[in-house]
């Protein structure tokens, strides 16, 4: 579809526009804009998402998850608006980084506030020498059994009764020579605690380098604990030159060993993630998603269809054409794995 060919007439602009107006409090609210904010900021995570399952899909052809990348292609592929509420269809895959991006928001605004709460955090990091491709998923039951000696141990125990809290996720990288590198992440609130959990894996585990056994303080003021609400694994390698790229055959090893296997997990007892009584407003993050809207005076339902081309990535009425959103489409894959590491800014 040419950018000439694309329809976005003023009239249809201002009718938009015009029904999508809320009064709340005697102020104005503009339902449709703020959902094309909310469409341009997913379009290039859509673009991107769309570039990634296709290979993944295509360069995966005995894949137990190649229905899964299928449904990742078309994820989010529609934008309905039915009487002002717009809504999508999502396939939820780890993979997805319009799901990603939303599951990582839900959980920051879930945890966050009360983390932020503990006086002091840290950060513990627990590995186990790297395996080859054809050993992860029997690395991955061994070092959950293993992690799961400390969490039954009465000490462990003692400090969750205390009412210490944390954040554990599970992570895998690719490392050179067909190895992968899986470990996990760990957030806790008790210094102590901490200690405790990392002597025990090491005591636990012989083979275990110590310095591959991490613990450091974390500064809350610089937001760097976020990191841990992040991705289950990079997407991305780096060659012998430093150059970003994408490997979908060695991620695709990964994901089928992650296939039914928990990420997050909390620590601590319900009670104790209760959020303590402050004035303090908590800041929430857009987790990108479209809100169901229904307070509107808009009627009749439109369709909006996910279409990129050469230049460009949008979402467009499937009858009259009309522009929802559109960004510069990104070129290949090698582009998008310096996006994804953080080399390189969507426009």
Same mark, same amino acid.
């Given at each position: 579809?040419?950018?000439?060919?694309?329809?976005?007439?003023?009239?249809?602009?201002?009718?938009?526009?015009?029904?999508?107006?809320?009064?709340?409090?005697?102020?104005?609210?503009?339902?449709?804009?703020?959902?094309?904010?909310?469409?341009?900021?997913?379009?290039?995570?859509?673009?991107?998402?769309?570039?990634?399952?296709?290979?993944?899909?295509?360069?995966?052809?005995?894949?137990?998850?190649?229905?899964?990348?299928?449904?990742?292609?078309?994820?989010?592929?529609?934008?309905?608006?039915?009487?002002?509420?717009?809504?999508?269809?999502?396939?939820?895959?780890?993979?997805?980084?319009?799901?990603?991006?939303?599951?990582?928001?839900?959980?920051?605004?879930?945890?966050?506030?009360?983390?932020?709460?503990?006086?002091?955090?840290?950060?513990?990091?627990?590995?186990?020498?790297?395996?080859?491709?054809?050993?992860?998923?029997?690395?991955?039951? /061994? &070092?959950? $059994?293993? %992690?799961?000696?400390?969490?039954?141990?009465?000490?462990?125990? *003692? +400090?969750?009764? @205390?009412?210490?809290?944390?954040?554990?996720?599970?992570?895998?990288?690719?490392?050179?020579?067909?190895?992968?590198?899986?470990?996990?992440?760990?957030?806790?609130?008790?210094?102590?605690?901490?200690?405790?959990?990392?002597?025990?894996?090491?005591?636990?585990?012989?083979?275990?380098?110590?310095?591959?056994? /991490? &613990?450091? $303080?974390? %500064?809350?003021?610089?937001?760097?604990?976020?990191?841990?609400? *992040? +991705?289950?694994? @990079?997407?991305?390698?780096?060659?012998?030159?430093?150059?970003?790229?994408?490997?979908?055959?060695?991620?695709?090893?990964?994901?089928?060993?992650?296939?039914?296997?928990?990420?997050?997990?909390?620590?601590?007892?319900?009670?104790?993630?209760?959020?303590?009584?402050?004035?303090?407003?908590?800041?929430?993050?857009?987790?990108?998603?479209?809100?169901?809207?229904?307070?509107?005076?808009?009627?009749?339902?439109?369709?909006?269809?996910?279409?990129?081309?050469?230049?460009?990535?949008?979402?467009?009425?499937?009858?009259?054409?009309?522009?929802?959103?559109?960004?510069?489409?990104?070129?290949?894959?090698?582009?998008?794995?310096?996006?994804?590491?953080?080399?390189?800014?969507?426009?």
């Amino acid at each position: 579809m040419d950018k000439d060919n694309r329809i976005n007439s003023n009239s249809n602009s201002k009718s938009a526009k015009n029904s999508n107006i809320l009064h709340i409090g005697g102020k104005k609210i503009n339902l449709l804009e703020s959902t094309v904010k909310k469409v341009n900021k997913r379009l290039p995570n859509k673009g991107m998402t769309k570039k990634l399952a296709s290979l993944l899909y295509y360069r995966n052809e005995h894949s137990t998850l190649r229905k899964a990348y299928q449904n990742s292609i078309y994820c989010a592929e529609f934008i309905k608006q039915e009487n002002g509420k717009y809504t999508s269809s999502y396939c939820k895959n780890r993979w997805c980084l319009v799901c990603q991006r939303i599951r990582m928001g839900k959980l920051i605004n879930e945890k966050v506030p009360r983390l932020k709460q503990c006086k002091n955090l840290y950060f513990v990091t627990i590995s186990r020498p790297n395996v080859k491709g054809k050993e992860l998923k029997g690395e991955i039951t /061994d &070092f959950n $059994k293993t %992690y799961a000696k400390i969490t039954r141990s009465r000490t462990y125990k *003692k +400090y969750i009764d @205390k009412g210490c809290i944390g954040i554990v996720k599970s992570e895998c990288t690719i490392r050179p020579n067909d190895e992968y590198h899986y470990h996990k992440h760990i957030l806790v609130d008790n210094k102590e605690f901490g200690l405790f959990i990392r002597h025990e894996w090491m005591r636990l585990n012989p083979t275990a380098h110590a310095k591959g056994q /991490d &613990f450091e $303080k974390v %500064y809350k003021r610089d937001g760097s604990f976020l990191e841990i609400f *992040k +991705y289950m694994t @990079k997407l991305i390698g780096k060659d012998a030159k430093g150059k970003s790229f994408i490997d979908v055959v060695r991620l695709n090893v990964i994901f089928e060993a992650f296939s039914g296997k928990q990420v997050f997990k909390n620590i601590g007892k319900k009670e104790s993630w209760k959020l303590e009584p402050t004035e303090e407003k908590q800041e929430k993050v857009e987790e990108d998603i479209l809100d169901e809207i229904e307070e509107t005076s808009s009627n009749g339902i439109e369709v909006f269809k996910f279409i990129d081309t050469e230049d460009f990535w949008g979402y467009y009425e499937v009858k009259s054409g009309e522009t929802l959103a559109e960004v510069e489409a990104i070129g290949d894959i090698a582009d998008i794995a310096e996006i994804i590491n953080g080399k390189k800014e969507t426009e």
